[in-house]
């Protein structure tokens, strides 16, 4: 049952990804400074939203993990994570391609993209973090409170635009920003099909660490023996 | 088209590939774990029904 909803789910996103591309590619008009480049926004910023979105799932986790010693909250916060820095890595890709056509430049270090990279690799720590640690309890410990920690970072990076001069635009979606409805119902109705693609990611995630933990018993009793 | 206008397109489609290649690492990552955990359970309950027959 469970499996079949997962499918529908990634069938769904899927779909709507389809019909989304095409829409843009053949109804929406160039954006009149940027020409068609600009499209990549409709995958550039949902890409970071999810990023985000998972982020302050691995932060609710972290913290449920803390208060009540709970595995499964481990499990949730390694899983978002994960997906997280998938969504977080196509961020920063689809950056570097626009600024290359946009700036003439693949990087700079403004505050917008430095700290976007310094929490990407936070999280990344946070992976590396746990495959040093062996002990479940204390790893899972470990893993939330840098979970926890690396998330502070995630505000900063979101207002940096708005509260720095940066190469990077000025926020387009809150504050003075103005954008197109057309462009802007796009680029939410991207991120739906995006949300969807990392809910069912991160199920399958959850999936592994169950199986890992049934791993982890088996060889307890086999060396139990 | 002129040479901008082409430029813009072909980056747009390393744009869109970028997305997508990515994603798919990650999903082949997910896939390449589930094989390996997968047979090291099978391995280790194999070994477990082996020892508690002898």
């Known amino acids: 049952m469970k499996q079949k909803i997962l499918i529908g789910l990634g069938v769904l996103a899927a779909a709507l990804l389809v019909r989304n591309i095409w829409t843009m590619l053949t109804q929406l008009p160039d954006e009149e400074f940027q020409g068609a480049i600009f499209r990549i926004i409709f995958f550039h910023v949902p890409a970071a939203f999810t990023a985000f979105a998972c982020f302050f799932a691995a932060l609710v986790s972290g913290i449920a993990y803390l208060s009540t010693q709970n595995l499964k909250c481990d499990a949730f916060s390694v899983s978002v994570t994960e997906v997280g820095l998938a969504f977080g890595a196509a961020n920063l890709v689809t950056g570097m391609i626009w600024a290359r056509i946009i700036w003439g430049i693949w990087w700079t270090w403004d505050w917008r993209l430095t700290s976007m990279l310094i929490c990407w690799l936070l999280y990344a720590g946070y992976l590396v973090l746990r495959r040093a640690v062996e002990e479940p309890t204390e790893r899972a410990r470990l893993s939330a409170v840098m979970s926890i920690l690396s998330f502070t970072v995630v505000p900063f990076v979101f207002f940096s635009i708005k509260w720095f001069r940066t190469q990077h635009p000025q926020p387009v979606l809150y504050g003075q920003g103005r954008m197109d409805a057309n462009y802007r119902a796009m680029l939410f109705g991207n991120w739906v099909p995006l949300l969807l693609f990392a809910v069912v990611l991160i199920a399958v995630r959850m999936r592994q660490e169950r199986r890992q933990r049934e791993l982890d018993a088996l060889r307890r009793e086999v060396h139990a023996f | ?54």
């Open chain 2, 1 to 54: 088209m002129n040479d901008a206008a082409a430029r813009n397109f072909e980056y747009l489609a390393y744009g869109l590939s970028a997305v997508w290649v990515i994603l798919v690492i990650y999903v082949l990552t997910l896939v390449s774990r589930e094989g390996k955990i997968r047979a090291q359970i099978e391995s280790l309950k194999r070994m477990v029904e082996d020892r508690e027959k002898h």
